[in-house]
């Protein structure tokens, strides 16, 4: 079975990173959609130790450790119909260090690149 987004190395690393920095083995990334924001949806992570028993995980593991780790992404049901396909990855650069994603169901983009559109709310307004 394919995974229902794409969760890159780098962006597990960072995670294994913040994980370790922490001390607490036991989190994982939540990723999740809200409304809000200035495009009508807003993306948001959190730290969680426990999924909730519908939630989709994606387990990617994390190179370059002296033994196999890997980290794991839950997403919610009603976020994941939003993050569908989506690419999750983590970018470092002139600008600053963030957790990116690259979602094909959003439309439109604000410039934060936190918040979005999709194409069934665009046509409703």
Known sequence: MSEP????????A???ELISE????NLKLRVYVTGGGCSGF???????ERPEDDDA???????EQEKETSVQLLIDPLSLQYLAGATIDYKED???EQFI?????????CGC?????TEDDATEH
Request: hydrophobic share 40%; aromatic share 16%.
């Open 5 to 12: 987004l794409t969760f890159t190395t780098h962006a597990a």
């Open 14 to 16: 960072k995670v294994w």
């Open 22 to 25: 922490e001390g607490n083995f």
């Open 42 to 48: 807003q993306y948001g992570f959190t730290f969680v």
């Open 57 to 63: 995980v994606v387990v990617q593991s994390v190179p």
């Open 94 to 96: 002139i600008e600053g």
């Open 101 to 109: 994603i690259q979602n094909p169901n959003a439309k439109t983009t």
């Open 113 to 117: 690149g936190s918040s979005f559109t």
